[in-house]
């Protein structure tokens, strides 16, 4: 059997604007039970996800390990030991794959040379980073902490220490970006050397600095249209430039495609470690306590950090293949779908949403508008 890890770090330095993932700053940490200070809970937070390995082993007698995929928050800022320490650990525990693909996210202005060797060391061989535009104003009114200067010096780095894949995150659709804004943002990550690109129309999450800004009427959202003309842009860019779209948001060069979420994307299992993280395997999927004293305590009384789960039907698995399927450049079997299913598709023929050639092909894959209308789309099939 194979099964992914993902190890989730859920701290940061400070919460950009828009961000709701589950992760913690210090200020936030204070009424909670963990040190203050981020630099020291990264050898206490890594004993404990040591121990939820053990959890996963017991539960999961043998499997080869595919892919390992660090996430956060801010993985960063982690000693590089720690965190090399959790790779060992899921080798000593499991057979882990020769070519395994081992991720780290990081946000740009998180990595030093000395850390980046080390990371590479300890047998990370993939790193993304958080790069979300390359126009001042932008990334400002993103709240985020980085100048546009360090992404490029960091992909550098890290393409000089030997990391055999890079990728980087931009974000379209924030509040006073232009076409020309946007396009300087694609035409500065495609002047690095990278393999991956994610590009992510921002969401206005609730209860977030950037909703509250909105809500206020301090920002204005872009219209639906705009945003959609920078998709098609991305896209065009990337293109012409050698990296292809292998999911909705997701473009690579040939080989530079995120193995691990493709394995997601395609169901496979994978075991989510730390706070807040989701797991699945065979049919049940389960999600763990999500603050991170919580997860400290359950670990450190021995139990289970799980919070709650569920058991997927045969009607849910076929749902969840549509939602996941639809958004990959290799859609959807459509001898998988019923007849009513095919007709509703059918219909998006016509107006070249879905592309006639893998339709005669036997399959049901996106064009550039019809990605634009996906969720639409997916709709129209989950009958
Ligand atoms: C965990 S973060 C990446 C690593 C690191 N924390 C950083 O931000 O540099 C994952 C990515 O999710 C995306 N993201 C987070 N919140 C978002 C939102 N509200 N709308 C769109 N994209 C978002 C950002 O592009 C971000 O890089
Ligand atoms: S650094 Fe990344 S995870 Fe942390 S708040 Fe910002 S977007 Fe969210």
Redesign the pocket.
Known sequence: MALSFYVHIPY?VKR?G??D?NTYTPSELRSGDLSADISGVSEGYIDRVLKEIDQARSEVSAAIVPTIFF????PTLLEAHDLSRVISKIKSEFEVSKDCEITI???PDTVTEDLLTKLREGGFNRIS??M?SAVPHVLATLDRTHKPEGVGRSVALANSIGFEHISV?L?YGTPGESIADWEISVNSALSMAIDHISA????V?AGTKLSNQVKRGELVMPADDETAEKYRIADDLFASAGFSWYELSNWAKPGGECRHNINYWNGSNWWGVGPGAHSFLGNERWWNVKHPSAYQERIDSGLSPKLAGETLTLENHKDEKIMLQIRLVDGIDRKTLTSEQNSNAARYLESDHISHSHWSQGRVVLTQSGRLIADRIVRELMV
């Open positions: 940061c950009c828009y961000c993932f996430g956060g928050g801010t996210e990081a946000n980073f958080g979300q995150d974000i992510y129309a921002l969401i999450e």
